[in-house]
């Protein structure tokens, strides 16, 4: 079984600043990992994924992630944020196979709130 | 090409009656997964359904808990007797094929009074 901690439930952060949303993972085999991000009144929107290869992951609207297998953790950055941004990212694992992400398990969200 | 569809948004329901919640995958896509978000955690597997079958289940309470994707219309989630338990935001995803990347619904919020 796969498990994910996001260690921030909220981060307030002021525009044009630099973010990092933390997220570690525990489990006994490989996994693909992935950031969602849902905006108000939205459903779950893919930002990026690792399934395999570089461990530097890009995605839309400026993230980007990387997976350290030492550390067990996929961070998720940008290096200047917008207003837009303001909304709550959720960190998710699946059992890294080809069909590993039928089953995703999530951790509870940090809200990412940006300071004009 | 519209999104995953769930229907309703917001639903209340009294303990004991029962609550029907709605999930149109996207176009093309005959995959749907639930997953369910309790208050202040993250969302939950709850089961994953083919047309018309049911390939995994192993987060489907196993009590009041029902779902299914027929060959027409929409994958219902079926949840009986509520209690205030079951409030919390059922979400819907559909892929299109086995494995892909699968599509969010914007979730329906079922409360319990």
């Given at each position: 079984?796969?498990s994910?901690?996001?260690?921030?439930?909220?981060?307030?952060v002021?525009?044009e600043?630099?973010?990092?949303?933390?997220?570690?993972?525990?489990?006994?085999?490989?996994?693909y990992?992935?950031w969602?991000?849902?905006?108000?009144?939205?459903?779950?929107q893919?930002l990026?994924?690792?399934?395999s290869?570089?461990?530097?992951?890009?995605?839309?609207?400026?993230f980007?992630?990387?997976?350290?297998?030492?550390?067990?953790?996929f961070?998720?950055?940008?290096?200047?944020?917008?207003?837009s941004?303001?909304?709550?990212?959720?960190?998710?694992?699946?059992?890294?196979?080809?069909?590993?992400?039928?089953?995703?398990?999530?951790?509870?969200?940090?809200?990412?709130?940006?300071?004009? | 090409?519209?999104g995953?569809?769930?229907?309703?948004?917001?639903l209340?329901?009294?303990?004991g009656?029962?609550?029907?919640?709605?999930?149109?995958?996207?176009?093309?896509?005959?995959?749907?997964?639930w997953?369910?978000?309790l208050?202040?955690?993250?969302?939950?597997?709850?089961?994953?359904?083919?047309?018309?079958?049911?390939?995994?289940?192993?987060?489907?309470?196993?009590?009041?808990?029902?779902?299914?994707?027929?060959?027409?219309?929409?994958?219902?989630l079926?949840?009986q007797?509520?209690?205030?338990?079951?409030?919390?935001?059922?979400?819907?995803?559909s892929?299109?094929?086995?494995?892909d990347?699968?599509?969010f619904?914007?979730?329906?919020?079922l409360?319990?009074v």
């Amino acid at each position: 079984a796969q498990s994910v901690t996001q260690l921030d439930s909220q981060v307030p952060v002021f525009e044009e600043a630099p973010v990092e949303l933390r997220c570690n993972y525990s489990s006994s085999v490989s996994v693909y990992l992935f950031w969602y991000v849902q905006y108000p009144n939205q459903g779950l929107q893919l930002l990026l994924k690792y399934l395999s290869g570089s461990t530097l992951v890009k995605g839309i609207n400026g993230f980007e992630a990387e997976f350290n297998k030492s550390q067990t953790s996929f961070h998720l950055r940008k290096p200047s944020v917008h207003i837009s941004d303001t909304a709550e990212y959720f960190c998710a694992v699946s059992r890294g196979s080809r069909f590993g992400n039928e089953k995703l398990t999530f951790g509870t969200g940090t809200r990412l709130t940006i300071i004009p | 090409n519209a999104g995953v569809m769930q229907n309703p948004r917001h639903l209340v329901r009294r303990r004991g009656q029962e609550a029907r919640l709605r999930c149109s995958p996207m176009k093309g896509h005959s995959h749907v997964y639930w997953y369910r978000q309790l208050p202040e955690e993250g969302l939950k597997f709850m089961v994953y359904l083919q047309k018309e079958n049911i390939i995994d289940e192993s987060g489907m309470p196993k009590e009041r808990f029902s779902a299914e994707f027929p060959k027409e219309g929409p994958s219902i989630l079926r949840i009986q007797q509520v209690v205030r338990g079951d409030s919390a935001a059922y979400f819907c995803a559909s892929s299109p094929f086995r494995g892909d990347e699968a599509f969010f619904g914007q979730g329906t919020r079922l409360t319990v009074v």
